[in-house]
């Protein structure tokens, strides 16, 4: 049975406006050109409230204010004003979490220069090469499995090299139930040669693959003691001759862990798989401008089940609209 497409709740208060501040801006659009005491009176609330509400809805940009009355922004404008500052403070977030892991081989050279009373010296290890890297993982998993990896790949150049020469082992160690990888990569990446048809075997082997615009940097945890870290955060493997650290601590894992889980929060699942190639085959054929019957002829299926695709490609992208999931699928690569 088809899975019932997700309920999208209120734009604005997804984005942070409580019940009562969309009300008012609902208020506002109805009647266009309104007074505080017009609205405190459509609102049924006192006048002093409405007021501090219409002050917060000015500064987040939804309302404009006139020599006393208020006026309603389009829709479309006023929630991409809010879209576009939460989007801001998102931004931000990402280059406070880059600046703190920038950080983090001063704090190994300075744990590392101590000891830890309870389990002796802070395991650091310099390593080089993809070979030892991606060999590296397989041995670990061997030791004790099965083994949860959880990895960002950042960039086209460490992607090219995974799906050409590395992935193999790694999906040998999935169907073995040695290893479980969790990947996020960058959605630019999934045009690449080769890439497709690794991930989803990986996919298929049991692993999990979501994409990002941008993913800050590599790293990787392979159990519960054993993070990988880049020499540079934020660089590229490749041009770093794949120069890494092995850290064997709970400590750094809990961390790349829990930026992992956040990531993974805003990174989307890839667009494979039956469900998935029928959302893209509807969303395609939409954008050369057929309509659902034709679209359902082409494919050979009801309208029913076009828009039932539609729903779920609309869910799946957080979109509002069909045009929004058509722009959303563009961006993210699945029209391609």
């Known amino acids: 049975m088809r899975n019932e497409p997700r309920t999208v709740s209120d734009p604005f208060e997804t984005l942070g406006l409580d019940p009562a501040q969309t009300a008012l801006y609902t208020a506002v659009l109805r009647l266009h050109r309104a007074t505080r005491t017009d609205l ?26 006139r020599s006393g009355h208020y006026l309603a922004r389009h829709p479309a404008a006023a ?38 009373y309870q389990s002796g010296s802070f395991m650091v290890e310099m390593a080089s090469g993809a070979d030892v890297l991606y060999e590296s993982v397989v041995g670990i998993a061997v030791q004790s499995p099965p083994m949860t990896l959880v990895t960002g790949i950042p960039d086209e150049r460490t992607m090219t090299d995974f799906a050409r020469k590395f992935a193999d082992p790694w999906v040998d160690a999935q169907e073995r139930n040695l290893l479980t990888v969790h ?24 692993g999990k693959v979501r994409t990002l615009d941008r993913v800050p940097s590599w790293f990787m945890t392979v159990g519960p003691e054993v993070a ?50 029928g959302m893209i ?26 828009r039932a695709r539609f729903a779920d490609a609309m869910a799946e ?16 690569g699945w029209l391609r």
């Open 183 to 206: 990947a996020i990569v960058p959605v630019s990446t999934l045009m690449l040669p080769g890439v497709r048809d690794q991930l989803t075997r990986l996919l298929e082997t049991g």
């Open 228 to 277: 990988g870290l880049p020499s540079v955060w934020g660089g590229n493997l490749p041009d770093n001759a794949y120069n890494f650290y092995l850290v064997r601590t709970p400590v750094v894992v809990g961390v790349l862990r829990a930026l992992f889980e956040e990531l993974w929060a805003r990174a989307v699942p890839l667009p494979w798989g039956r469900r998935g190639d």
């Open 281 to 306: 085959q509807v969303l395609r054929l939409a954008a050369q401008g057929m309509c659902d019957e034709s679209i359902a002829r082409q494919l050979g299926v009801s309208v029913r089940t076009i």
């Open 79 to 116: 929630l991409g004003r809010v879209i576009a500052e939460r989007l801001d403070r998102l931004a931000e977030e990402s280059r406070m979490i880059d600046s703190a892991f920038g950080s983090i081989r001063g704090l190994i050279r300075d744990y590392d220069a101590g000891r830890d």
């Open 40 to 65: 405190a009176l459509a609102m049924d609330n006192p006048v002093e409230q409405v007021g501090a509400q219409l002050d917060d809805l000015v500064k987040l940009g939804v309302i404009d204010e």
């Open 317 to 332: 992208l957080g979109a509002q609209s069909r045009f929004h999931a058509g722009v959303e699928a563009a961006r993210r």
